[in-house]
């Protein structure tokens, strides 16, 4: 990423990249690392990868097919109280093909939102399963997803992938959700801004925040990001974090929409 301006159309080259070097992790795999658990509970990489594929293909008809995208939302709607049956509603299709059919559907699912989101203007609005989203906003929660699910499936797999200054998109979403973490939990948020000051990939300083705050995080990107997804417990991360506010939001940080889930545990830590 430069400091260019970010567009839509910025947005959707970077989320194209994303899913391309996923497609390099998960393409060579042999058919019985498919049912390798994720970190996600009860999740295969290949649920993982139908996850992606159904939503990429939601996405896609919010953009240019709405009455089918509404018919998708209100048929996931009446499963979404139980994890199980939202499971069954988005995974079973994907669940019922072999590892190279499942490729292809991811691929002709995030083909078809790669082609909507270049109808999309910086100012366009798009129904989603919450409020309507900015253009840009909703191609970032795209490459979010695509990156942690890819996450998931790297961990999975004993892999480490190299990080790209696309983290940006993440680490600003990370940020600014800050709000979100403890509305979605019905608790008051900490008096006090916090300062977000970060390295890139690149070497580049990315900051969120005022200069003053007394409430800091720093470190690299990679890191808040894993930390803001719910990929790592904030303690197994070199950031350092100063302050109540920043050390009370670490330790719940959600920058994903759907209901209050916790951070993994420390490594090594069981639960009770």
């Known amino acids: 990423m430069s400091d260019a301006p970010i567009t839509a159309a910025s947005v959707r080259q970077d989320l194209l990249a994303e899913q391309d070097d996923l497609d390099t992790i998960v393409a060579p795999m042999a058919p019985d690392r498919w049912e390798l658990i994720t970190p996600s509970p009860g999740w295969t990489i290949g649920d993982q990868i139908g996850h992606l594929a159904y939503f990429d293909r939601a996405a896609a008809a919010a953009i240019v097919d709405l009455e089918r995208f509404r018919t998708m939302r209100a048929e996931l709607a009446d499963h979404l109280a139980d994890p199980a049956a939202a499971d069954e509603a988005t995974l079973s299709a994907a669940r019922a093909m072999s590892p190279a059919a499942l490729l292809e559907y991811w691929r002709v699912g995030r083909g ?3 082609d909507a989101a270049s109808t999309l203007a910086d100012d366009t609005r798009i129904e989603w399963y919450g409020p ?3 253009s840009k906003s909703f191609l970032t929660a795209r490459l979010m997803e695509a990156w942690a699910h890819g996450q998931d499936i790297a961990d999975a797999l004993g892999v480490e992938r190299a990080p790209t200054d696309r983290l940006r998109h993440i680490a600003q979403l990370g940020y600014i959700t800050r ?8 608790l008051e948020m900490p008096d006090g801004d916090v300062r977000v000051e970060l390295t890139a990939p690149s070497g580049a300083t990315w900051t969120w925040g005022p200069d003053d705050a007394t409430s800091t995080v720093t470190g690299s990107a990679l890191d808040f990001c894993l930390v803001t997804s719910q990929r790592r417990n904030v303690v197994d991360t070199g950031l350092i974090v100063a302050g109540h506010a920043a050390r009370d939001w670490l330790a719940k940080a959600q920058l994903f929409a759907g209901p209050p889930t916790d951070p993994p545990l420390p490594d ?3 639960s009770s």
């Not at 973490?181 to 019905?186: E, F, I, K, Q, V």
């Open 112 to 114: 078809e939102l790669a």
């Open 132 to 134: 309507s989203m900015g």
């Open 179 to 186: 709000g979100w973490t403890y509305a979605n939990r019905g």
């Open 268 to 270: 090594g830590a069981t």
